[in-house]
């Protein structure tokens, strides 16, 4: 519905003079504010003939009515009074808003625009009614679908994403080295693991997500099982646990009988393999089946070569190039899929598992385990799916699981997106209740094709400009927004957008840190004491609420 409020006259910004559909509205400057404290990224609202329309500013440029007065500027000599007149007369402010959302009269909620306002509409900086009409407000008490990312630049107003929404496809955080994704990661994961909307496994390549992780003010901040203890599982390799880590859950190991000739074409960069290799490899294994590593590895190369019509040159460079993988502390000549069978049963049971490496902080192991156990919750799921759709029955529908894997682009390359998993899995989307957030500074190096996929984006600070041109892949009207993600500062700021963001919008990112443990933490305290909420007289929410605070602050405060 349209806004019957009065908009204070602080928050006027202009009006609209020019502009289409496509390409966005001009507006002209008239704010009572110094153009210098007009920014990129404001959210605006414009109201025409019952309709109110939302926005971004993408850009502002400086104007003239005349061409004279630029090409015979005033000079330092002239009086403060005249070059006010001319600001006001000859020379302006002019914005440029990308036009996203449209309220009509009687609607609950905004809708893409398919119109624009007519000349000469009144633009305001955005309010908070505004705010609540697009992104509605953080709920931390009944189911927790909207979840606070951050807030407005310039305002202390919650932005919220539709946790629901985001977990429908596969989303990614962006942004360079140093400008927080691990923080912004973790954020999303903890508001997911309060709504309960999914179960998460995380890939935790530098023992980030578990107990606790430093931050670069050298303090240390709680990992997700130190905030959800009841919900949160850590698993460790094999042999590779730090010492003061704390408690496992779990321990996974690795058999050279499950690594595959796609694991190996995968680990190419890592282990420096050569051109003839992934031949190598097919030939081995159609000739020894799950046991070509280990027959590769202990047996002898040119009686191997023999028996496999394979080359010996490529059969003993490829030997050499794989004894990396046996030397591996959590890798073994053969293993069941037990520990990974135990991982998908409690993903299943809405637990949220969190694999740390410890020692084996490298790319290496990071890129053969996430590989090997994706693959195998991918064939499971897939099994699962086919139960529910045969059997059509409530209680067979999986749990969905959002798979996270830090540094994506060595496994989404454009040479081994169509050949991996999770090239599979973010391709399929939701076909499988299987989706990634991949966590990534380098999205240039990710498939063309993934990057299309990837549901909602939430991007920090990029300069490289094939990074900033991969980020905006399939977006509609980009160009402005390359703009504004141009100008966010390195730290705690981010562009959002995509399908669980009603329309693009930067924000200052949710500072992760005590508040917000009492605040999260307080919610499900009150979500577990309460079984039916909104059953409650006002009374008994108020004693509800107070009691999971109070609880909070014990164990925080």
Request: charged content about 25%; aromatic content about 8%.
């Amino acid at each position: 519905m349209s806004s019957n409020f009065k908009r204070k006259p602080e928050k006027y910004l202009g009006l609209v003079t020019s502009g289409s559909l496509s390409k966005g509205l001009q507006v002209r400057i008239r704010s009572s504010a110094p153009l210098e404290h007009i920014q990129t990224g404001q959210f605006v609202a414009i109201e025409s003939n019952g309709v109110r329309f939302f926005g971004m500013l993408t850009d502002v440029a400086l104007e003239a009515t005349t061409d004279s007065i630029l090409l015979d500027p005033p000079g330092e000599d002239t009086s403060a009074l005249v070059r006010e007149v001319l600001q006001g007369v000859y020379t302006y402010g002019d914005a440029h808003v990308d036009n996203r959302l449209a309220l009509y009269q009687g609607d609950a909620n905004p809708r893409p625009v398919r119109s624009i306002p007519a000349h000469f509409t009144s633009v305001y900086i955005a309010e908070e009614t505004d705010f609540d009409a697009v992104f509605g407000s953080e709920d931390l008490l009944q189911g927790g679908k909207n979840f606070a990312i951050g807030k407005p630049l310039d305002m202390e107003i919650d932005i919220c994403i539709d946790l629901e929404r985001f977990v429908e496809r596969s989303n990614g955080i962006f942004g360079k080295s140093g400008t927080g994704k691990s923080f912004l990661t973790r954020l999303l994961l903890a508001g997911l693991i309060r709504a309960d909307i999914c179960s998460n496994l995380i890939f935790d390549m530098h023992n980030e997500y578990g107990e606790q992780a430093q931050a670069e003010n050298k303090k240390f901040v709680k990992g997700l099982r130190a905030l959800f203890s009841q919900k949160v599982q850590v698993w460790s390799l094999k042999n590779t646990r730090l010492g003061g880590s704390g408690s496992i859950d779990g321990e996974i190991f690795i058999g050279l009988n499950q690594i595959e000739v796609e694991d190996i074409l995968l680990l190419q960069d890592e282990l420096n393999l050569n051109a003839t290799a992934s031949e190598s490899a097919y030939i081995l294994k159609e000739k020894y089946g799950d046991k070509w590593i280990v027959e590769l590895l202990n047996g002898d190369p040119e009686q191997i070569a023999t028996d496999s019509r394979a080359n010996i040159q490529s059969v003993k460079a490829l030997r050499n190039k794989l004894h990396a993988l046996k030397n591996l502390p959590f890798v073994v000549d053969h293993s069941s899929i037990d520990s990974v069978n135990q991982i998908v049963d409690n993903l299943a049971r809405g637990k949220h598992i969190v694999i740390q490496f410890g020692k084996s902080d490298n790319m290496l192991s990071y890129i053969l385990v996430a590989n090997i156990v994706t693959r195998i919750i991918h064939e499971k799921y897939k099994d699962k799916v086919d139960q529910y759709r045969q059997s059509q029955k409530a209680s067979d529908e999986p749990r969905r699981v959002m798979i996270t894997i830090e540094e994506a682009h060595k496994f989404l390359t454009p040479a081994v997106a169509g050949q991996t998993i999770f090239g599979t899995i973010a391709r399929e989307m939701r076909k499988y209740y299987v989706t990634l957030l991949v966590v990534d500074q380098r999205p240039s190096s990710i498939d063309s094709e993934i990057m299309s996929q990837i549901g909602t984006r939430v991007v920090a600070l990029i300069n490289d400009e094939r990074d900033i041109d991969a980020v905006f892949t399939g977006v509609s009207g980009s160009s402005g927004l390359k703009t504004v993600l141009a100008s966010l500062d390195s730290k705690q700021q981010a562009l959002v957008l995509g399908h669980a963001a009603p329309m693009p919008v930067v924000i200052r990112t949710r500072p992760y840190d005590e508040a917000f443990y009492k605040q999260i933490i307080s919610g499900l305290e009150l979500a577990r004491s309460t079984v039916a909420w909104e059953e409650l007289d006002p009374d008994s929410q108020e004693e509800a609420r107070q009691k999971a605070i109070a609880e909070a602050n014990d164990l925080y405060g």
